[in-house]
T-cell receptor, first 115, second 108 residues
Framework: ETGVTQSPTHLIKTRGQQVTLRCSSQSGHNTVSWYQQALGQGPQFIFQ???????GRGNFPPRFSGLQFPNYSSELNVNALELDDSALYLC??????????????FGPGTRLTVT | RKEVEQDPGPFNVPEGATVAFNCTYSNSASQSFFWYRQDCRKEPKLLMS???SGNEDGRFTAQLNRASQYISLLIRDSKLSDSATYLCVVTNNNDMRFGAGTRLTVKP
């Protein structure tokens, strides 16, 4: 196992609600990245947090926001949920950001269903 | 054009077969390259990094051709446990781009 944990495992929300997903990074890792994976697709990069600051963002609207805490755990918040937000949300931790030895280790994911 | 494109698959092969996956990427500034495998309804797991000189890990061999912006993964002597979706991953600084994946099923 990677040592990356996520909670909750599954979540059902209704359209328009807000959701917070949580991730604990692997011990010693200071970087957390969040991904959205729709069924049958590869993960899509949402954003990354490095030492508590946002350090890059993919093509997701501002209603997707995040935080990283001093212990390097992280939250992903999604406001005004839409049906298309239904997906597996993955967090990945790494030591540092970018570079040739940049390897990320994924948590088990949170499966979000929006009805 | 997608930033990372993979063979659409699926690949259905018998045990013991050799199978190759290909992946192309569009960003010539990409710095790091990886193959991940993902089992059904599980998280992606790092299979191997891909280096310019090519690298091998047991039955798995990865190649990178920067000039052609092409990555490959070769699996020799396929096992039933190799059945999974294989994801090609390309990074530029902190931006990690995944292909849509190629599904492999190894049959007895």
């Amino acid at each position: 196992e990677t040592g990356v944990t996520q909670s909750p495992t599954h979540l059902i929300k209704t359209r328009g609600q807000q959701v917070t997903l949580r991730c604990s990074s692997q011990s010693g890792h200071n970087t957390v990245s969040w991904y959205q994976q729709a069924l049958g697709q590869g993960p899509q990069f949402i954003f990354q947090y490095y030492r508590e600051e946002e350090n890059g963002r993919g093509n997701f609207p501002p209603r997707f926001s995040g935080l990283q805490f001093p212990n390097y755990s992280s939250e992903l918040n999604v406001n005004a949920l839409e049906l298309d937000d239904s997906a597996l949300y993955l967090c990945a931790s790494s030591l540092g950001s970018g570079g040739p030895t940049y390897e990320q280790y994924f948590g088990p994911g949170t499966r979000l269903t929006v009805t | 054009r997608k930033e990372v494109e993979q063979d659409p698959g699926p690949f259905n092969v018998p045990e013991g077969a050799t199978v190759a996956f290909n992946c192309t990427y569009s960003n010539s500034a990409s710095q790091s390259f990886f193959w991940y495998r993902q089992d059904c309804r599980k998280e992606p797991k790092l299979l191997m990094s891909v280096y310019s000189s090519g690298n091998e890990d047991g039955r798995f061999t990865a190649q990178l051709n920067r000039a052609s912006q092409y990555i490959s993964l070769l699996i020799r002597d396929s096992k039933l446990s190799d059945s999974a979706t294989y994801l090609c991953v390309v990074t530029n600084n902190n931006d990690m781009r995944f292909g849509a994946g190629t599904r492999l099923t190894v049959k007895p």
